[in-house]
């Protein structure tokens, strides 16, 4: 991590944690939101996983794209993404960027470069090579980052993009978030390779395993594999190993997973890795109090925006399932 | 417009030719499209106008194709995404239905996805079990989804490229057989609108409701009952989502019969969701049970005579007909 901080000034690394933070108070206030009955279905926290959405997303400029996945809040926060509306969402409001019709598995921003998050978990990859091209044609130099998970890369739909995306020179940009575990089956069981990044080989293209809880090493990769995606170089598969703290998702607790390897990953905490080289350079930990306050407060505040957000009603259901047209005025079903 | 015949593939090629050159976010995907034009030269001369980043040979990859279609769609781009043999929709499921008909929804209205997959109905000419099938049902049921099967060169070329103008996913199944069939294509840009009945034939004592092949099977039908002094009128839907429920009324109105005319298997058919909105809205207008003609449920057989029995033919449309003027199958005599 030495090599990759020298040049980066105190600022922008207390801007990084603030963004870790927030992604971290927003996922404990999910978790304490759906005990409380206001979020349906379930959350699939990020926690632990802070540094890759936030890492990837600082190499990116505003007009840049992402795709993301169920386990997406943390990939939202860091493109950018307003925790107020985000929020509203999720407890299915119509302030909401999907106006309470996606909830927390579909958060589109488009405007912010979000081209939407994905339940079915590799199936954003196609998507996203199509998209690089899509935006070549057009003439933008702009780059498409792809998030999907260590249990997704076992999807048919993740091989035909990868190799799609290769043919067509895209600049598109696969980071696979390997946490390790796939509800409860560990990547041991599912690949009998240990670096998934092996597998850009196959497909012509380099694949390089990152720290994923090094905020600034995951910058760095995928700065790296941004500007070969846009000179025109192709895509590259960036294997982010992490670890998630939590269960799978509010909804299933169960966890398999061992004390002794939760702890060893404890120790590994993204957040408290970045705190320690502030400190490391002489930040206060009132400072790096302040940090983790102001996210907390953000936070308070898109709850409270979403709580004052009204409910959605019929005949809500009916609309927005088709874009206006020549046989349809009002995009309702058809 | 003067007037001139073309192939239905001539007719869908131009189609492609214009509205490439009309808009440059009109791109296409598909195998064998680029340097071959397309195994029925439906993309013929398209590489050689519009370079390879707009006429992509894709590798054997339907669902990433058609993801890749989705994907430029929500970024601005119009593709048209052509899968070979339509059976192979079934690879592309998750993308189509999951993805392309949802993504506005899930949304709340944000985006649109204005793509378009194209594909060939490959039934009646001894393709076999996993090339012959015509599975428009699957889409109809989707939510989302705009479906669209012409039965003329006129037709396609028209609908081809309202649904390339249309925002929402269009599904738009040509069949095979009627690639070669000439009718008349009028010079100059025309469309033809989605969600809008022809009547294709106007008569007054059957509606047949048809759609694709099944249009010239009504017609063969009609020519031969005329001359037992019946008078099919074949309404043809073109588009099957949005259906146009409202021509089928007023025929159903006027003639008092129904017969549904599809290539699809019979159950979960869309003669069956036919059947169905006409019994629900025009139940008083029926003199007689509406009858589906379909293709039986049985995957589709090779050997030529079963193939014959399995997809619906001439003698069919023929015999329900006479089945409602002389009852066979209900009391005695």
Redesign the interface.
Known sequence: MAASEAGVDTAELEDLLLRMWSIRAFELRALELFEEKLIRGSVHPYIGMEAIAVGACAALRPDDYITSTHRGHGHCIAKGLSLERMMAEIIGRTDGYCRGKGGSMHITAIEKGMLGADAIVAGSSAIAVGAAHGLRLKGSDAVVVCFFGDGASSQGILHEACNLGAVLQAPVVFVCENNEWAISTPVSAATLITDIADRAAGYGFPGVVCDGNDVLAMRDATAEAVARARAGNGPTLVEAKSYRITAHSAATKTDLRSEDELESWRQRDPIVRLAALLTNRGVDASRLDELEEAARADVATAVEFALASARPEPPEEIEDVYAPSTWNVDGRLA | MSDRELTMSQALNEALHEEMERD??V?VVGEDIAQLGGLFQVTTGLLERFGP??V?D??I?E???????????????R?VIELQISDFVTLTM??IV??AAK??????????V?MVLRSAVSSGIGMAAQHSQTLEAWFVHA??L?VVMPSTPFDAKGLLK?AIR???PVVFLEKRLLYSRLGNVPEGDYTV????ADVKRAGTDVTVVTYAHGVHLALQAARQLAREGIELEVVDVR?L???DLETILESVRKTGHLIVVTEGARTGSVASEIVARVVESAWDALRSPPARITAKDTPIPYATALERAVLPQVDDVVSAVHEIFQPTTMGDD
């Open positions: 440059a976010g791109f980043r707009r992509i894709a590798p990859s669902a990433a194709q058609a993801g890749a279609g989705v994907g430029a769609a929500l970024v601005g781009c593709p998750d993308q999951n993805h993504w506005r929804y899930m949304s709340g209205g944000q985006v649109s204005p939510p989302g705009v309202s249309e925002d929402n609108p989605i969600g809008v588009t989502r949005p259906l």
